[in-house]
């Protein structure tokens, strides 16, 4: 059971490149969610699905997109990458978005942009 | 709005020595909680969560927390710590809108254990 999958692991950039992070999830979760982690300001929320077909911003989705492509698949695309979006991006799933239910992280993509 | 504060940001603990991390939330309602812990290089693994109830939770890996309203806490313990724990350990809250719920994290706790 692969559980939530992110490709790729470590990604360097040059400022204005673009590029998309993958991400997929095999149990049949509803919701999905995309987090930046960076050093002493914890996870912080980019964007989620609460349902297949629908898209919401979290706290922090200023230069960022994202596309749910199905029920298992949630893509975060970044247009043209700046320094600042420097960070480690984890991808997550729970069976629906109400809060209460466990939520199931990939083991992250390591994004450097010099 | 709903935070989350983890007042310690790097612990040293002996392997065998007992553990206490402290998370205080701010939320109006009854919050929901979470431990979420993070290995070196791998993602967030859940440790426990409380709703409602028993204020004492039980977790995985022989972890703990205990909930109290009057002091804004959601503490997390272990008796016994082992060289495996050492981790990034993180509190959460949900903040609701509607029918959506969403998790903010606290800055995290990084745990060294000393052998």
């Known amino acids: 059971n692969a559980g939530v999958t992110q490709t790729p692991k470590f990604q360097v950039l040059k400022t204005g490149q673009s590029m998309t992070l993958q991400c997929a999830q095999d149990m049949n979760h509803n919701s999905m969610y995309w987090y930046r982690q960076d050093p002493g300001m914890g996870l912080r929320l980019i964007y989620y699905?609460?349902?297949?077909?629908?898209?919401d911003k979290g706290e922090v989705p200023n230069g960022y997109n994202v596309s749910r492509l199905n029920k298992r698949e949630f893509s975060l695309r970044l247009e043209s990458a700046a320094p600042s979006q420097t960070s480690v991006y984890f991808c997550?799933?729970?069976?629906?978005?109400?809060?209460?239910?466990?939520?199931?992280f990939g083991p992250g993509t390591r994004l450097t942009v010099l | 709005a709903q935070s989350v504060t983890q007042p310690d940001i790097h612990i040293t603990v002996s392997e065998g020595a007992s553990l206490e991390l402290r998370c205080n939330y701010s939320?109006?309602?009854?919050?929901?909680l979470f431990w979420y812990v993070q290995s070196p290089g791998q993602g967030l693994q859940l440790l426990l969560k409380?709703?409602?109830?028993?204020?004492l939770v039980q977790g995985i890996k022989g972890f703990e927390a205990e909930f109290k309203r009057s002091q804004s806490s959601f503490n997390l313990r272990k008796p016994s710590v082992h060289w495996s724990d050492a981790a990034e350990y993180f509190c959460a809250v949900v903040t609701t809108s509607g029918n959506t719920g969403k998790l903010i994290f606290g800055q995290g706790t990084t745990l060294q254990v000393k052998p």
């Open positions: 939320y109006g309602a009854t919050p929901y």
């Open positions: 699905s609460a349902s297949e077909g629908t898209t």
């Open positions: 409380y709703f409602s109830g028993d204020t």
């Open positions: 997550a799933s729970s069976p629906q978005a109400t809060g209460h239910d466990t939520q199931y």
